[in-house]
């Protein structure tokens, strides 16, 4: 008995998570955005709960594709020359999605963000696909919301919304 107790213990559904989360960050100058990824998120997600829903990366883990940029990002945008000085953090506070023998649905999504020593709630939607256990989405993130300013260099500054998008699996 003592055993079936445990193994159910160690079933219970919340579990780190295979993510994929990217930003984009338009800029003043014409056709011109700055494309960049999270390289490691600590994701935890309850597929049957999602208000459980966490996500947690140091800024240092954000990047570009080019070490200068980022350099600059790490240390300009959020002060932080080193893993440790600077966390993003998320966490889901209510998820409402319709009731529906549909296997895809889109829910609406209440949540804290926190970058640095800021917290926001945020809101936006997300699309669920119940038997494959993938959540996407993609909201706005105002870098002067978390008292972020906005890189430039040479004379093309980045605006202030950063378009974050998400795609978060079980498998």
Do not use: W
């Not at 926190?114 to 989405?137: P, R, T, Y």
């Amino acid at each position: 008995m003592k055993l079936f107790l445990f193994l159910n213990i160690l079933s219970f559904s919340a579990f780190a998570a295979t993510s994929s989360i990217k930003f984009t960050a338009k800029t003043d100058g014409p056709g011109i955005a700055v494309e960049g990824e999270v390289i490691r998120a600590n994701v935890v997600v309850d597929f049957n709960k999602l208000e459980v829903t966490k996500f947690t990366t140091d800024v240092m883990d954000l990047i570009t594709g080019m070490d200068r940029r980022d350099t600059h990002m790490h240390e300009k945008v959020f002060g932080a020359k080193s893993v440790g000085m600077a966390k993003i953090e998320y966490s889901a506070s209510k998820v409402t999605c319709p009731t529906s023998k549909e296997n895809e649905v889109d829910c609406d999504c209440v949540g804290n963000l926190k970058i640095k020593d800021v917290s926001n709630e945020i809101q936006f939607k997300m699309h669920l696909n119940k038997s494959a256990q993938v959540l996407e989405g993609k909201t706005p993130i105002s870098l002067k919301a978390y008292k972020l300013v906005p890189p430039s260099f040479m004379g093309i500054s980045v605006l202030d919304a950063i378009e974050l998008s998400f795609k978060v699996s079980a498998k």
